[in-house]
Nanobody, 114 residues
Framework: QVQLVESGGGLVQAGGSLRLSCAAS????????MEWHRQTPGKQREWVAT???????TYAGSAKGRFTISRDRAKNTVYLQMNSLKPEDTAVYYC????????WGQGTQVTVSS
């Protein structure tokens, strides 16, 4: 059974930092491209960042220069380091991968106060 479990969300002031984690199980983690997405109420889920199996990374414009996606194969975990957070980064953040269909974690709430 494929499972993605996010953690690390919380409340932080604008300008602060958070590191999100996503622990993966039930998949060949080292082979999978992993992604982070986020969603705010009333809006569509939006893509934030991607890391491939060979650690090639891409970012949405809103994340570029502030967020860093990384992965630890030994721990089957992908991370999202978020710096210089803004109130508009407030959202539920989801980890995702494609494994015989799109798989999502349960999400972790990030709230950035002004």
């Amino acid at each position: 059974q494929v499972q993605l479990v996010e953690s690390g969300g919380g409340l932080v002031q604008a300008g602060g930092s958070l590191r999100l984690s996503c622990a993966a199980s039930g998949i060949g983690f080292r082979l999978n491209t992993m992604e982070w997405h986020r969603q705010t109420p009333g809006k569509q889920r939006e893509w934030v960042a991607t890391i491939t199996s060979d650690t090639f990374t891409t970012y949405a414009g809103s994340a570029k220069g502030r967020f860093t996606i990384s992965r630890d194969r030994a721990k089957n975990t992908v991370y999202l380091q978020m710096n210089s957070l803004k109130p508009e980064d407030t959202a539920v953040y989801y980890c995702s991968t494609n494994y015989f269909g799109r798989v999502w974690g349960q999400g972790t709430q990030v709230t950035v106060s002004s």
